[in-house]
C-alpha cells in the first residue's frame, strides 16, 4: 500500500522525517511514536499534501507528489484536530465530503447515511456537529474518511480526547473496519497498548526515524523467561523461586521469571511438585511490543 525509501521533511531547522524507509501493507498498521516523532508529517506526505526534500514514497505505486488527486481519491483521512464547521448537521458534513471525492450527490447521500450509522451515529446524524460530545466528533471524522468507500484510510490519533468506555468502543470499531470491511487502515497513535491491541502490523517511529517495522508476532519474537500461570499460591511459589536466585514478578495468579527459559522451567516443575501447587500454564515468554519499544531506546506512552 505504502513504500518509502529514505524519506526526509524537514520544518525549518527541525527534521520530523529523518531518513525513514519502510512499507505498510494490507491490514491494520500502526503507526507508533512519541508526540513529535514524525507521525502527522508522514500522513501529510503520504496524502501529497508536502514533497518531502529528499527521499521518495509511492501510494498505491504511486507518487502522491505528482497524483495527488489520483491518490487523495483512493485514501480517507481523520485528522487528529477538529476541523468540522459546527453548525452543519453530520449527515450534510460527510455527504459534502464525498462529493468533493467525486460521488455523485445521490450516491454521497446514501453513504452518508451508512457510514454514520456504521459508525454509531445514524439516530444522530442530523445534529450540527458542534452540539456533539468528542467521541462523537471523532466518529463523524470516522465516518467522513469511509464515506467515498475508500482502500486505505489514515486515522491520526482518533482517539483523543475519549473517555475509556469510548477509547474501547472506537478501537473495536477499527478492528471491524479493518476486519470485517476490509478496508486497510493506517492507525497513527502515541499510546503502545492501541497499537499492540489493534493492529497486525506497525511502524515505530523516533525523532523521525524508523526504529522498528514489521507484523507484531515478527516483531515480537525474541522474549527471554517464563510466564507461569497457577491454580493457588503465587506469592508462595515466588518466594521459593527467588531464594533459588531467580527474578520473579506476580501479577494475579500469573508468575513472569526472567532469564534463560530452559532452567527456569526445570526450577519451575521442581518447586510447584515440592510445594503442590497445580501448574496451569508453563512457556516461553513472548516480547511484548513494550519490550521492542525499550529496545529501540524509548519509553513507551502509557494508556492516558
Known amino acids: 500500500m505504502v513504500a518509502a525509501a529514505g524519506l526526509v521533511k524537514r520544518w525549518g531547522q527541525v527534521a520530523a522525517l529523518d531518513g525513514a524507509t519502510f512499507e505498510i501493507g494490507a491490514g491494520v498498521t500502526g503507526l507508533l511514536g512519541a ?9 501529510s506526505l503520504i496524502l501529497g499534501l508536502h514533497p518531502p526534500d529528499a527521499g521518495s514514497v509511492e501510494v498505491f505505486g504511486l507518487d502522491p507528489g505528482r497524483a495527488g488527486p489520483e491518490v487523495r481519491q483512493r485514501i480517507g483521512y481523520a485528522p487528529e484536530h477538529d476541523a468540522l464547521a459546527p453548525d452543519v448537521a453530520a449527515q450534510d458534513l460527510v455527504r459534502h465530503l464525498a462529493e468533493i471525492h467525486g460521488l455523485p450527490r445521490r450516491e454521497a447521500t446514501a453513504r452518508a447515511s451508512d457510514t454514520l450509522w456504521l459508525v454509531g451515529l445514524g439516530e444522530e446524524r442530523h445534529r450540527p456537529v458542534g452540539t456533539m460530545s468528542t467521541g462523537q466528533r471523532q466518529r463523524v471524522k470516522l465516518a467522513a474518511a469511509l464515506a467515498h468507500d475508500p482502500a486505505l484510510i489514515l486515522l491520526d490519533e482518533p482517539t483523543n480526547g475519549l473517555d475509556p468506555v469510548q477509547r474501547e468502543e472506537m478501537l473495536a470499531l477499527i478492528r471491524r473496519i479493518g476486519g470485517e470491511f476490509g478496508v486497510d487502515v493506517v492507525l497513527s497513535s502515541h499510546l503502545l497498548d492501541e497499537v499492540e491491541r489493534t493492529c497486525g502490523a506497525t511502524v515505530i517511529l523516533d525523532q523521525g526515524r524508523v526504529v522498528a517495522a514489521g507484523d507484531l508476532d515478527g516483531l515480537r519474537t525474541g522474549g527471554t523467561g517464563l510466564v507461569v500461570d497457577v491454580d493457588t499460591q503465587p506469592e508462595l511459589l515466588a ?8 527474578e520473579v514478578t506476580v501479577d494475579g495468579l500469573r508468575l513472569v521469571v526472567a532469564g534463560d527459559a530452559g532452567a527456569g522451567a526445570d526450577a519451575v516443575r521442581d518447586a510447584a511438585a515440592d510445594l503442590g501447587i497445580g501448574l496451569r500454564r508453563l512457556q516461553p515468554r513472548t516480547a511484548t511490543l513494550e519490550d521492542v519499544y525499550l529496545a529501540a531506546g524509548r519509553a513507551p506512552a502509557g494508556p492516558g
Do not use: I, P, V, Y
Not at 35 to 43: D, E, F, Q, R, W
Open 239 to 246: 518466594r521459593r523461586l527467588r531464594s533459588e536466585s531467580l
Open 35 to 43: 508526540n513529535g516523532a514524525g507521525k502527522t508529517t508522514l500522513l
